[in-house]
Nanobody
């Protein structure tokens, strides 16, 4: 069983920055995939950024050049640095991890971009 706890969400003005953190109970180095999804009101959950097996990093086109995913294996923590935030980035952000065929989700953290 893997537990994921997100933190770092909040209210920020357009153009601002936030850093989300995801603390995992397991060893993230052993996960097949770990990353971030988001879900805006009335929309489907979508991939934001993720590390996959083989060292591949994926980003949604809408966040390329603005968001950066990183990891600290020693702390079992995954980060999402979000810069140049836009109102359309407003959503609940979820940390997710896949271990073999089982997918785990955190409880989510709200990010609101508004003036």
């Amino acid at each position: 069983q893997v537990q994921l706890v997100e933190s770092g969400g909040g209210l920020v003005q357009p153009g601002g920055s936030l850093r989300l953190s995801c603390q995992a109970s397991g060893t993230i180095f052993s996960f097949n995939a770990v990353g971030w999804y988001r879900q805006a009101p009335g929309k489907q959950r979508e991939l934001v950024a993720a590390f996959t097996s083989g060292g591949v990093t994926n980003y949604a086109d809408s966040v390329k050049g603005r968001f950066t995913i990183s990891r600290d294996n020693a702390k079992n923590t995954v980060y999402l640095q979000m810069n140049s935030l836009k109102p359309e980035d407003t959503a609940v952000y979820y940390c997710t991890a896949r271990v073999v065929t089982t997918v785990y989700w955190g409880q989510g953290t709200q990010v609101t971009v508004s003036s």
